[in-house]
Every structure is written in C-alpha cells, then in structure tokens.
Nanobody, 115 residues
Framework: QVQLVESGGGLVQPGGSLRLSCVAS????????MGWYRQAPGKERELVAT???????NYADSVKGRFTISRDNAKNTVYLQMNSLKPEDTAVYYC?????????WGQGTQVTVSS
C-alpha cells in the first residue's frame, strides 16, 4: 500500500509560479512512473509530467518549457515546478505512482490561475 499526499496548490496570477510537492509513504525508489496529472472542470484527467521507468521525463506539449518535474529520493518526494502559469492551467493536480502493477493516486491539490 502506498499513500501519496500532494501540497502546494493555491491561487496565483497569470505569469506566476507554484511548486507542488508529492510525499510518498514508501521509498519512491521502488515506485514506478511517478508523475503528475491534472483534471479541469468538465474535462478528463490528463498527463502533465511523469518519470519513465528508466528515470527519464515526459511532459505534455502544453507545459513543455514551463513546468519541471523533479524528485528527491531521500525525502520520498516528487516535485512539479510550474512557471509562467496560464488560466488554462487551472485544475486539480494529482500525484500518481505505480507499484507492483497497482496504480496509486493522491487526493489532489487545487491550482487556480486567475487575475
């Protein structure tokens, strides 16, 4: 069993920045495909950024060059640095990981980009 807890969401003006954190209850060294997804009202959940099984990174085209995913294995934490935020980035952001073929999700953190 893996628990994932997100934090760092909030209200930010267009062009601003936020850093989301996802803390895992177990070592993220043994959790595969850790990453971030988001779901806006009335839309399906979509990939934002993830680590591949080999440790490379994968980004949605809409966030490339603005968002950066990173990890601190010692803290069992995955981060999402979000810069140059746009109103269309408004969504609930979820952390996800996979272990032993079971997919785990956090409870989500709200990000609202508005002036």
């Amino acid at each position: 069993q893996v628990q994932l807890v997100e934090s760092g969401g909030g209200l930010v003006q267009p062009g601003g920045s936020l850093r989301l954190s996802c803390v895992a209850s177990r070592s993220i060294g043994i959790i595969n495909y850790m990453g971030w997804y988001r779901q806006a009202p009335g839309k399906e959940r979509e990939l934002v950024a993830t680590f591949t099984r080999g440790g490379a990174t994968n980004y949605a085209d809409s966030v490339k060059g603005r968002f950066t995913i990173s990890r601190d294995n010692a803290k069992n934490t995955v981060y999402l640095q979000m810069n140059s935020l746009k109103p269309e980035d408004t969504a609930v952001y979820y952390c996800r990981g996979v272990q032993a073929t079971v997919m785990y999700w956090g409870q989500g953190t709200q990000v609202t980009v508005s002036s």
